[in-house]
């Protein structure tokens, strides 16, 4: 196991942490079936833990990313 995969399965535990972590932003399959949650086009605001959360989320899956396409570029250099 080289240093690149335990880089890899730590950030992608922190990802997983991260997105159960968010709360959810519809009301789901049974919205739908009831017809509740008519206020799709409604304007909400994150705040406080939610963005930074939101924020925590999205850089961690962009080092991701970002790792993986260095690596991959890396080992088919070599």
């Keep these: ?8 399965l730590l950030i992608a535990l922190i990802i997983i942490v991260l997105s ?3 709360g ?3 009301e789901g399959a049974s919205g739908a079936i009831t017809g509740g949650g008519m ?4 304007k909400t605001k994150e705040r406080g833990s939610e963005k930074i959360i939101t924020i925590l989320t999205f850089v961690f899956v962009a080092v991701f990313m970002f790792l993986a396409i260095l690596i991959s570029c890396l080992q088919a250099a070599a």
């Design 20 to 22: 159960l972590l968010q």
């Design 24 to 26: 959810g932003k519809s």
């Design 1 to 8: 196991m080289q240093w690149y995969d335990i880089v890899f």
């Design 39 to 42: 206020n799709v086009f409604v």
